[in-house]
């Protein structure tokens, strides 16, 4: 499975169609500012779930060897696992707690994923260096 232009400008299509449908009901009365951006934030949180997901499901090129290639699908195994955990977390907090607690925590718990993902990626990329020396 590979994660296209048009996977992509679904979730897009998604995200925005949800948040102006919430900004409708916003204006009309039928929920209060905090409730919109919270479900906002939810409907968000949902989409890097799955995304998340996706992520150990990509196809690529093979690698120019078999233990390259376990390296760089554990390496996604891992990234898709931090990635729909964090997710969860965020839209958890979204759900459950104070809004001056949910945001601050949520984005950490997505920051720390992304810094972990990337560490993953540069440790996948040293080794290959230090494989072929």
């Not at 009309?28 to 150990?56: E, Q, S, Y």
């Not at 001056?100 to 990626?121: D, E, M, W």
Request: aromatic share 6%; glycine share 8%.
């Amino acid at each position: 499975m590979k994660i296209g232009v048009r996977t992509s400008l679904i979730a897009a299509l998604f995200i925005l169609g949800a948040t102006l449908l919430l900004r409708e009901l916003v204006q009309a009365g039928m929920l209060d500012g905090t409730a919109g951006t919270r479900a906002a934030m939810v409907t968000n949180g949902v989409i890097v779930a799955l995304f998340g997901n996706l992520i150990p499901k990509t196809l690529s090129k093979p690698r120019h060897s078999v233990e390259a290639e376990q390296r760089v699908q554990a390496a996604l195994r891992r990234s898709g696992w931090a990635m729909t955990l964090a997710s969860l977390a965020y839209t958890g907090l979204w759900l459950a707690a104070p809004e001056a607690v949910a945001q601050p925590l949520s984005l950490a718990a997505l920051g720390l994923t992304a810094l972990y993902v990337f560490g993953l990626a540069v440790r996948c990329k040293l080794r290959r260096d230090t494989a072929a020396a």
